[in-house]
Nanobody, 118 residues
Framework: QVQLVESGGGSVQAGGSLTLSCAAS?????MGWFRQAPGKEREEVAR???????TYADSVKGRFTVSRDNANNTLYLQMNSLKTEDTAMYYC???????????????WGQGTQVTVSS
């Protein structure tokens, strides 16, 4: 069973940067990040799979970078040029490529809050 623990959330001003980390106890072919803001549906932010292929939401392309340290089994999300609309609870997730494509990763972290102020 995969266990995921996020860290690195916090409060920053618009234009600032923040890096989230997700430590995993097990391996799955794909790992990534979702976020959910108040009053909005949960959305996929970014993912990286065993092939190294990355996927980003249009809203974060060019600003966020997802990476994976396979040796330490740790996932990262580097967030630059943060906007107020990036404010959300961010969740680390992991599962097979197939389940990610279907939008249903099975394993989730507890979430870490990111708040961006103007």
């Amino acid at each position: 069973q995969v266990q995921l623990v996020e860290s690195g959330g916090g409060s920053v001003q618009a234009g600032g940067s923040l890096t989230l980390s997700c430590a995993a106890s097990g391996f799955r072919s794909c790992m990534g990040w979702f976020r959910q803001a108040p009053g909005k549906e949960r959305e996929e932010v970014a993912r990286i799979c065993i092939t190294g292929v990355t996927t980003y939401a249009d809203s974060v392309k060019g600003r966020f970078t997802v990476s994976r340290d396979n040796a330490n089994n740790t996932l990262y999300l580097q967030m630059n040029s943060l906007k107020t609309e990036d404010t959300a609870m961010y969740y680390c997730a992991a599962d097979s490529t197939l389940n990610w494509v279907r939008g249903r990763p099975k394993y989730w972290g507890q979430g870490t809050q990111v708040t961006v102020s103007s």
